[in-house]
């Protein structure tokens, strides 16, 4: 069992920048397949950034150039070190987990808590 913690959440104004932080405890960190999602309002949600435990990368579209995802394996914390925010980053971003790339896919994922991004015009 992984319990996911996520840190860093705030409001800030367009063009800054908001680095998020997700303590895992449980489970092999460095295993694990780990990734950001985000949810607005009225909206599902998406994955922003996903780093495989063998250091494969995925960024959505919208946040390439601008997020950064990482992770320190030997402190268990994933990291979002987002820059150039927009208003549309706006949405509840949510620390994820899983083991497999077969759990990932099928949704068996551990979830933080969320943290609350809010970009302001």
């Known amino acids: 069992q992984v319990q996911l913690v996520e840190s860093g959440g705030g409001l800030v104004q367009a063009g800054g920048s908001l680095r998020l932080s997700c303590e895992a405890s449980?489970?092999?960190?460095?295993?694990?397949?780990m990734g950001w999602f985000r949810q607005a309002p009225g909206k599902e949600r998406e994955v922003v950034a996903r780093?495989?435990?063998?250091?494969?990368?995925y960024y959505l579209d919208s946040v390439k150039g601008r997020f950064i995802i990482s992770r320190d394996n030997p402190k268990k914390t994933l990291y979002l070190q987002m820059d150039s925010l927009k208003p549309e980053d706006t949405a509840v971003y949510y620390c994820?987990?899983?083991?497999?790339?077969?759990?990932?896919?099928?949704?068996?994922?551990?979830w933080g808590q969320g943290a609350q991004v809010t970009v302001s015009s």
């Open positions: 994820a987990a899983a083991l497999t790339y077969t759990e990932w896919s099928a949704g068996n994922i551990y």
């Open positions: 449980g489970g092999t960190f460095s295993a694990h397949h």
């Open positions: 780093l495989w435990s063998g250091n494969g990368y």
